[in-house]
């Protein structure tokens, strides 16, 4: 039991642990209280259906199932072990208490008494015991449920430190590994309505894959058929960084940065088990960043995924693997397209950008156009020599900061939107007629210039234009 505390879980995978067991059991509420003093505790208490007293006992047996039994699908168990072994990675002593029809049970595992008495002596609780223990209150609300009781922290003293200063910022992220594990539990989706509260506040979901964002953009449902069971995938490319909220790419960035996160979502009955990899299937490029891979998967085919016990690792199948393969593909180019140069429109209008961008296979270069008028205006100044115009365009050119853009990009910097003011668009305006108006008549230059940066973002470039013309006469 001592050696089974290193599996290597954490207090929010551990947390999470105990929660599937509230889900599987049907739970629609899950409040989780936590104290570092007087004694500290983890309290995790469900109104699902509880269990009678001999199936609390088998629960706290070790393996109390056989992982290769079938599981009714919704359950979120597999080896029977869970339950203890996330208990007992972060705590000394663990308690079971639980209610079914009445009947009350309480068990526990206290492994300073099993060295103790150097035998395997689960502790059977009365019910004036059961009463005593923080969390019962939460637990008596309810007609049936479970109380999983975790005392004698002793692993998260170590991972914290002082509980009293590090217990409440722990918390913090259990309360974000939560919101973005169960996400699709909390938004409703599996049929009832289904809460998680920690210290009496609600958990709110997480989606990253930002499904009710209008710019997210879904590809099509395609389906694996594997032992006649399905799994089904759904590519998302998700917006560009600019048009998200804080909250929106906190949602997003759930491995740290955009680029990290990319890759598959694996939800085993909708409980996100794995994310942002492509599992060696395709690297993870920077252009790759805003593609993610819904991927649903039946408890059914947990054989064939080498699941571990934290349920935290999977290999896919290599039958599996090819189709992903090319999913994995087809969706890294949508968001390639996103990312790329977002001058090249198409439509009715024709946009004349400051910037062009020329690829060439593997490499590309900025060159600033000289088609546009500003810059034909420029070179057309009497005062100023052609030449030494278009050495300025070119060394502008030659020195644009790519390696710097790049680096900001690829830690998810947004570039700050410079609009530019009325008065800034006015006085270009009035300098690009008084050096254009010999070559083009006002209407022709109102009507070639409205269609050119900076002048096409601003809604008002026609009148600031007419108005530059009239000024001007
Ligand atoms: N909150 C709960 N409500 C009702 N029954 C529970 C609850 N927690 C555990 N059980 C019962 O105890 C059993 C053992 O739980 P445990 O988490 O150890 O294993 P598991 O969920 O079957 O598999 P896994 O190791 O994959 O989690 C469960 O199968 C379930 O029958
Ligand atoms: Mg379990």
């Given at each position: 039991m001592?050696?089974?505390?290193?599996?290597?879980?954490?207090?929010?995978?551990?947390?999470?642990?105990?929660?599937?067991?509230?889900?599987?059991?049907?739970?629609?509420?899950?409040?989780?209280?936590?104290?570092?003093?007087?004694?500290?505790?983890?309290?995790?208490?469900?109104?699902?259906?509880?269990?009678?007293?001999?199936?609390?006992?088998?629960?706290?047996?070790?393996?109390?199932?056989?992982?290769?039994?079938?599981?009714?699908?919704?359950?979120?168990?597999?080896?029977?072990?869970?339950?203890?072994?996330?208990?007992?990675?972060?705590?000394?002593?663990?308690?079971?208490?639980?209610?079914?029809?009445?009947?009350?049970?309480g068990y526990r595992w206290d492994l300073d008494y099993l060295v103790e008495t150097k035998s395997w002596s689960l502790l059977e609780l009365t019910e004036d015991e059961c009463r005593l223990l923080p969390g019962f209150d939460e637990l008596d609300k309810h007609q049936n449920g479970t109380l999983v009781l975790w005392r004698k922290l002793d692993q998260l003293e170590a991972a914290v430190g002082d509980l009293i200063a590090g217990l409440d910022a722990h918390m913090i992220d259990v309360r974000k590994h939560l919101a973005l594990v169960f996400h699709r539990f909390l938004a409703g989706e599996h049929g009832s309505k289904f809460s998680i509260a920690i210290n009496y506040r609600n958990v709110s979901g997480a989606d990253p894959l930002l499904q009710n964002h209008k710019?997210?953009?879904?590809?099509?449902?395609?389906?694996?058929?594997?032992?006649?069971?399905?799994?089904?995938?759904?590519?998302?490319?998700?917006?560009?960084?600019?048009?998200?909220?804080?909250?929106?790419?906190?949602?997003?960035?759930?491995?740290?940065?955009?680029?990290?996160?990319?890759?598959?979502?694996?939800y085993r009955e909708k409980r996100l088990v794995i994310w942002g990899t492509w599992f060696r299937i395709a690297p993870k490029h920077e252009l790759g960043k805003l593609a993610r891979v819904r991927v649903d998967v039946p408890n059914s085919l947990d054989h064939l995924w080498a699941l571990d016990i934290k349920k935290a690792q999977a290999v896919p199948p290599p039958s599996i693997q090819r189709r992903l393969r090319q999913v994995a593909n087809n969706i890294i180019a949508p968001s390639r397209k996103v990312h790329e140069y977002r001058g090249r429109r198409t439509g009715a209008q024709q946009h004349t950008r400051l910037w062009n961008v020329y690829d060439d296979r593997n490499s590309f270069r900025y060159e600033i156009n000289r088609e546009h008028p500003a810059v034909i205006a420029l070179?057309?100044?009497?005062?100023?020599?052609?030449?030494?115009?278009?050495?300025?365009?070119?060394?502008?050119?030659?020195?644009?900061?790519?390696?710097?853009?790049?680096?900001?990009?690829?830690?998810?910097?947004?570039?700050?939107?410079?609009?530019?003011?009325?008065?800034?668009?006015?006085?270009?305006?009035?300098?690009?007629?008084?050096?254009?108006?010999?070559?083009?008549?006002?209407?022709?230059?109102?009507?070639?210039?409205?269609?050119?940066?900076?002048?096409?973002?601003?809604?008002?470039?026609?009148?600031?234009?007419?108005?530059a013309v009239t000024n001007h006469d």
């Amino acid at each position: 039991m001592e050696s089974m505390r290193a599996v290597g879980y954490t207090l929010e995978t551990a947390v999470a642990d105990i929660i599937d067991n509230s889900i599987t059991a049907g739970a629609t509420e899950v409040s989780l209280l936590f104290s570092p003093q007087p004694e500290p505790y983890v309290a995790i208490v469900d109104n699902g259906t509880g269990m009678s007293s001999g199936a609390a006992q088998n629960a706290m047996r070790l393996a109390g199932s056989n992982s290769r039994d079938h599981r009714n699908s919704h359950d979120l168990g597999r080896f029977g072990l869970g339950l203890k072994t996330a208990s007992i990675s972060q705590c000394r002593d663990l308690v079971l208490v639980t209610k079914q029809d009445g009947s009350l049970s309480g068990y526990r595992w206290d492994l300073d008494y099993l060295v103790e008495t150097k035998s395997w002596s689960l502790l059977e609780l009365t019910e004036d015991e059961c009463r005593l223990l923080p969390g019962f209150d939460e637990l008596d609300k309810h007609q049936n449920g479970t109380l999983v009781l975790w005392r004698k922290l002793d692993q998260l003293e170590a991972a914290v430190g002082d509980l009293i200063a590090g217990l409440d910022a722990h918390m913090i992220d259990v309360r974000k590994h939560l919101a973005l594990v169960f996400h699709r539990f909390l938004a409703g989706e599996h049929g009832s309505k289904f809460s998680i509260a920690i210290n009496y506040r609600n958990v709110s979901g997480a989606d990253p894959l930002l499904q009710n964002h209008k710019a997210t953009l879904p590809g099509p449902i395609e389906r694996i058929d594997v032992e006649g069971e399905s799994i089904e995938l759904r590519p998302y490319t998700l917006p560009h960084l600019n048009k998200l909220s804080t909250a929106d790419r906190q949602r997003a960035q759930v491995e740290g940065s955009m680029r990290d996160s990319q890759g598959f979502y694996i939800y085993r009955e909708k409980r996100l088990v794995i994310w942002g990899t492509w599992f060696r299937i395709a690297p993870k490029h920077e252009l790759g960043k805003l593609a993610r891979v819904r991927v649903d998967v039946p408890n059914s085919l947990d054989h064939l995924w080498a699941l571990d016990i934290k349920k935290a690792q999977a290999v896919p199948p290599p039958s599996i693997q090819r189709r992903l393969r090319q999913v994995a593909n087809n969706i890294i180019a949508p968001s390639r397209k996103v990312h790329e140069y977002r001058g090249r429109r198409t439509g009715a209008q024709q946009h004349t950008r400051l910037w062009n961008v020329y690829d060439d296979r593997n490499s590309f270069r900025y060159e600033i156009n000289r088609e546009h008028p500003a810059v034909i205006a420029l070179g057309s100044q009497p005062a100023s020599d052609g030449q030494s115009v278009d050495s300025l365009l070119r060394l502008l050119e030659r020195s644009f900061p790519v390696d710097d853009v790049y680096n900001r990009m690829g830690q998810d910097q947004t570039q700050l939107d410079s609009k530019d003011s009325d008065l800034d668009l006015m006085l270009l305006a009035s300098s690009l007629w008084n050096s254009l108006q010999g070559t083009l008549a006002p209407e022709a230059f109102v009507q070639s210039i409205a269609g050119t940066e900076p002048f096409d973002s601003n809604p008002k470039s026609r009148q600031i234009l007419e108005e530059a013309v009239t000024n001007h006469d």
